[in-house]
C-alpha cells in the first residue's frame, strides 16, 4: 500500500514538475519559432534587393540581416500607427473579428506580453507577497498573478515542496503585503519547506511593523 502511495507521489511530482516545465518553455520556442519563419518569409521576397547589394558589399548573412531590419522597421511604423486613434480602432476591430479567432493567437500573444513587458504590475509571478485569509494573524507566502481588480488582488500560493502546483486566491488589498524579496529567492523556501522563509518575515517586520493593513494601492 505504502508502496503505491510513493509510486504516485513520485509520479504526481514528475508530471506536474514536467507541465511546469513546458509551460515556461513552450511559449519561448513557439516566438522563437514564428520570429525564424517571419525572417524566412521576409528573406524570400526580398532576393533581388540582397543580390544588388551583394555586388558592392559582400556581407556574410546580408539578407538575414536586412530581413531582421526589415521586420524591425515594420514592427516600429506598425506601432506607432496603432497609438494613433484611427490606427487603434482598426487594430481592436481586426484583432476581435478576425485574429482572436486564429487558432493559438491568444496564447502567442499574452506569451509575448508577458516575456516583453518590463512593468510588474502586468507580467505575472513578479512580485512577492505576504497576505491574510479568514481575517486571522497568519501569513501566506504568494505571488501576484493579475492586479488589475480595483478591490481584489489574485494571488498564486504555490505548495511545497512542489511549486508548480497550488492554490488561487483572490484577496482583499487591504490583505496583501508586497514584499521587495526576489521570485527565485521566494520559491527556494517552498521547495525547502519553508526553510529561509525568515527573511521574509524580517522584511514584512521592517516595512509594516504592527500595521494590519497592505500597501497593495490600485493606480
Same mark, same amino acid.
Request: glycine share 6%; aromatic share 10%.
Given at each position: 500500500m505504502? !508502496?503505491?502511495?510513493? =509510486?504516485k ?16 518553455i ?9 520570429? @525564424?519563419m ?15 547589394? @551583394? ?8 539578407? +538575414? ?9 515594420i514592427?516600429?511604423?506598425? %506601432?506607432?500607427?496603432?497609438r494613433? =486613434?484611427? /490606427?487603434n480602432? &482598426?487594430?481592436? @476591430? ?6 482572436? !479567432?486564429?487558432? %493559438? ?15 510588474? !504590475?502586468?507580467?505575472p ?6 497576505? =491574510?485569509?479568514?481575517?486571522?494573524d497568519?501569513?501566506?507566502? %504568494?505571488?501576484?498573478?493579475? #492586479? +488589475?481588480?480595483e ?14 502546483? /497550488?492554490?488561487?486566491?483572490h484577496?482583499?488589498? =487591504? #490583505?496583501?503585503?508586497?514584499? #521587495? ?11 525547502? %519547506? ?6 521574509? &518575515? ?6 509594516? /511593523?504592527?500595521? @494590519? ?7
Open positions: 505504502e !508502496k503505491n502511495e510513493k =509510486k507521489r513520485v509520479k504526481k511530482f514528475f508530471t506536474t514538475t514536467l507541465m511546469g516545465g513546458l509551460l515556461v513552450l511559449p519561448v520556442v513557439i516566438i522563437l519559432w514564428a520570429f @525564424n517571419l525572417v524566412k518569409f521576409v528573406v524570400s521576397n526580398i532576393t533581388p534587393v540582397t543580390m544588388i547589394v @551583394n555586388k558592392f558589399i559582400n556581407v556574410k548573412y546580408l539578407p +538575414e540581416i536586412i530581413s531582421v531590419i526589415v521586420i524591425v522597421v514592427c516600429f511604423l506598425v %506601432g506607432l500607427a496603432v494613433t =486613434k484611427l /490606427g480602432w &482598426i487594430h481592436i @476591430n481586426v484583432e476581435e473579428k478576425i485574429l482572436t !479567432k486564429i487558432p %493559438g493567437y491568444s496564447m502567442v500573444k499574452g506569451a509575448i506580453n508577458q516575456l516583453i513587458s518590463t512593468d510588474k !504590475k502586468t507580467k509571478f513578479s512580485q512577492v507577497v505576504l497576505f =491574510k485569509l479568514f481575517n486571522n497568519v501569513l501566506l507566502t %504568494g505571488v501576484i498573478t493579475d #492586479d +488589475e481588480d478591490e481584489y488582488v489574485t494571488i498564486f500560493c504555490a505548495t511545497a515542496p512542489n511549486p508548480t502546483s /497550488g492554490f488561487i486566491y484577496v482583499l488589498r =487591504k #490583505d496583501v503585503f508586497l514584499i #521587495d524579496v526576489g521570485v527565485e529567492d521566494t520559491m527556494r523556501t517552498v521547495f525547502s %519547506g519553508g526553510s529561509g522563509s525568515s527573511m521574509l &518575515i524580517k522584511r514584512y517586520h521592517e516595512l509594516y /511593523g504592527s500595521s @494590519n493593513e497592505g500597501n497593495i494601492v490600485n493606480e
